[in-house]
């Protein structure tokens, strides 16, 4: 068997320390083990790719303690607008949905548009009927929505009501969660799911659900997996930069992705980060804010979890 690699991120808006309890920032670390248990369940028995990120990212759309499914970001209008989207390195075929509100798992709905091939992206009422009609989980608008975002909808409120929007922490403006992994096979994916960011104008689509942005696998490069200001990852094709660089600059993963988020985005003040996985399993997980929700497992089959400076063991 081939070497696997996984790793995952939770969002580069992780909130300053002294704002959730030490139960909380524990109880988000296990969600996050449980993304990495289930990606790697599957890479281990010889699983694809696309397999292990879409099982990593059901988990943390399932979970309150990221902004993506359960959980996600309120717009302006205090409604859910999803976006979600999933790449196959080996054939470069995705899928993704945008502006969407009833799908329960906005990842699954992805797949299926990908597996389906007549299109890659469907956007709000038809690609919510579209998950309808392909037998998945539908729900209420009200089930995504917890207490947390409602709080966080406030807060971006009063700030731009201030003129304070650009001094709102990375928390209160947004979050994803990403996964990507190499299988057994050499083949890459990546997959990514967000609300969006909080007090987003009703219809905004950000660079989640675009294919080169948020998202982008290419067997023999890189999968990468982006978390931030949307606008400026589809400004800078920031997936597709990173597997560029790779690709014809000869650069490691490590350094094409440093090179984006370090330098390129840097530059704009804005927050940003990413995971990514190299064809040689070499894994990155670059981010420019105080902290970022990511985990990984090593070669060896250690998993790590972390959300600020200090990285943490978990069992397997």
């Known amino acids: 068997m ?5 790793a995952i991120h939770g969002g580069c808006g992780v909130m300053a320390k002294l704002d ?9 670390r296990v969600d996050l083990g449980r993304a990495l248990k289930a990606g790697w369940e599957i890479l281990t028995a010889g699983g694809a790719a696309l397999d292990a990120v879409q099982a990593a990212v059901v988990v943390m759309e399932d979970s309150p303690h990221f902004n993506a499914g359960y959980g996600a970001a309120l717009n302006t209008n205090g409604k859910h607008e999803l976006d979600a989207s999933i790449m196959d390195g080996r ?3 995705a899928g993704a949905v945008t502006l969407v509100r009833r799908i329960r798992n906005p990842i699954k709905a992805a797949r299926k548009i990908m597996e389906k091939g007549d299109a890659i992206l469907l956007g709000g009422d038809a690609a919510d009927d579209f998950a309808r009609e392909a037998g998945l989980d539908m729900v209420e608008p009200d089930y995504f929505t917890t207490e947390r975002r409602i709080k966080a909808l406030a807060a971006m409120k009063a700030h731009a009501a201030a003129g304070t929007a650009a001094k709102a922490s990375e928390a209160e403006k947004h979050g994803t969660v990403g996964a990507v992994a190499l299988d057994s ?20 689509i950000g660079d989640t659900p675009i294919i080169g942005a948020g998202t982008y696998a290419r067997d023999g490069a890189c999968a990468v997996s982006g978390t931030g200001k949307g606008e400026y990852f589809m400004r800078y094709a920031v997936g597709h930069e990173v597997a560029a660089r790779v690709s014809y600059l000869g650069e490691s993963v490590e350094k094409a992705a440093a090179k984006v988020i370090q330098e390129d985005l840097k530059q704009h003040d804005i927050g940003a980060g990413l995971v990514a996985v190299g064809a ?4 990155t997980a670059p ?3 105080d902290g970022m929700f990511r985990g990984w497992v090593t070669p060896e ?8 400076g200090e990285v943490f063991p978990i069992k397997p």
């Open 2 to 6: 081939g070497k696997i690699a996984l």
């Open 20 to 28: 959730l309890s030490d139960e909380e920032w524990t109880a988000a």
């Open 91 to 93: 054939t470069l075929e």
């Open 185 to 204: 096979a050499g083949h890459l994916a990546a997959a990514t799911s967000t609300g969006g960011y909080n007090n987003k104008p009703e219809g905004r």
């Open 280 to 283: 040689d399993g070499s894994i």
């Open 287 to 289: 981010y420019n804010t």
């Open 301 to 308: 089959g250690e998993f790590y979890v972390a959300t600020h």
